[in-house]
């Protein structure tokens, strides 16, 4: 199984308030922060506690980030700043290297892969990663309380392929009418007793043969269908297939 989360970084003033935050679902993340740091430790922070918090699992790590200086940090400049005593080809000392120490650190026997993803484009889970590392920094400005997150050990924490389906679809369409559609659907396709045709199903994967369907979308219906799919890892058309 492969875990799919997405780690965020905000920084107001950046410096300044900060907060970091990974998300799976609405029933798994975490968020923190300071009251003083840069977006980019925000970001590094993030990837460090999702790493953490899946220790104890085998699965892979999906990881999406919209910080190409993260993913080269991890993926491809970390090795050779080690060789050097953690210093950058010219000397100078490599920035937030706690922070790398402590991700090379977590690192060790995990498999991983990142994903980059473009910010601020309605991609969920960047969204969501985003919207609750932003809502830590703006707390720590107010000195509110930090919305913290319920983590990892909740129940329910991770989704099953067919689970993170179903949660897009739930928010692509309004539930309640597809519950009215749904039970329409299952009353005109029940089996009769003069149906002579009595296997109650329209479409029978079954069978050898597919049917062909032609759905109209609105340019925004489109974008959102195809940005859920994404965010849970199928094609639009194995998304709308799912619902039967």
Not at 39 to 45: P, T, V
Request: glycine residues 8%.
């Amino acid at each position: 199984m492969t875990i799919t989360a997405a780690a965020d970084g905000s920084a107001l003033g950046n410096p300044g308030p900060a907060g970091w935050a990974w998300y799976v679902n609405d029933d798994c993340w975490a968020a923190g922060g300071w009251k003083h740091a840069t977006n980019n430790q925000g970001e590094l922070k993030a990837v460090l506690e999702l790493f953490r918090a899946t220790a104890h699992m085998d699965d892979e790590l999906h990881i999406l980030c919209d910080s190409q200086y993260v993913i080269n940090s991890v993926t491809k400049w970390m090795p050779g700043w080690k060789k050097k005593g953690w210093r950058k080809s010219d000397g100078k000392p490599v920035l937030n290297v706690e922070l790398l120490k402590e991700i090379d650190a977590e690192l060790a026997g995990r498999s991983y892969r990142f994903e980059w993803v473009r910010g601020h484009v309605g991609h969920i889970l960047n969204e969501a990663a985003d919207a609750r590392a932003r809502a830590v920094a703006e707390a720590y400005q107010r000195g509110s309380t930090i919305p913290s997150g319920p983590g990892f050990s909740a129940p329910g924490g991770v989704p099953t392929p067919e689970e993170s389906v179903i949660s897009a679809i739930s928010d692509l369409v309004d539930t309640t009418e597809l519950a009215r559609v749904t039970e329409r659907a299952e009353a005109a396709t029940a089996p009769s007793s003069t149906d002579p045709l009595d296997d109650g199903a329209l479409f029978s994967l079954d069978q050898d043969e597919w049917h062909t369907l032609t759905i109209s979308l609105t340019e925004a219906e489109h974008k959102r269908l195809t940005a859920r799919a994404r965010a849970v890892g199928v094609t639009p058309d194995e998304l709308l297939r799912s619902l039967i």
